[in-house]
């Protein structure tokens, strides 16, 4: 889960889940436009099974952190993209992979999470609102 992803935590959590799932289908076809279209293929299922965790949970539990959201949604991300990579390769191949995802999953959920949290103040007075 790309710094990219940001953009759709905030979308989230601070617009809409609507404008969430624009944004993460937007992003994918960007990704279509510069990258191809496994990587496309790779963006979209990532994207939208993770903006799908996130509205979940964020329904399920009302006060949860955006930490926690925001892990979940890397781990749910990295395991899309396992699953399609997986159509492509052989499973077994690529198991020694799934904790490199486990872990990278983490660290850059909890890293979007803080740099949401840092970016939220600049994007509300940019966008003229109040928090």
Known sequence: MGLSNVAVMF???????KTALEVGVLKSLFVLLTRGVMASVLSLVGGISSILVMIIITSIFKNVSLSVVSVFSALTHNL??????????????????????VISGLIFGVLNAILLRAVEGPFFKLWGKER
Do not use: N, R
């Open 11 to 17: 979308a989230l959590f601070f617009i809409d889940k």
């Open 80 to 101: 899309g993209q396992f699953l399609v990579v997986s159509f492509v390769y052989s499973p077994t191949s690529l198991l020694p992979y799934l904790p490199v995802l």
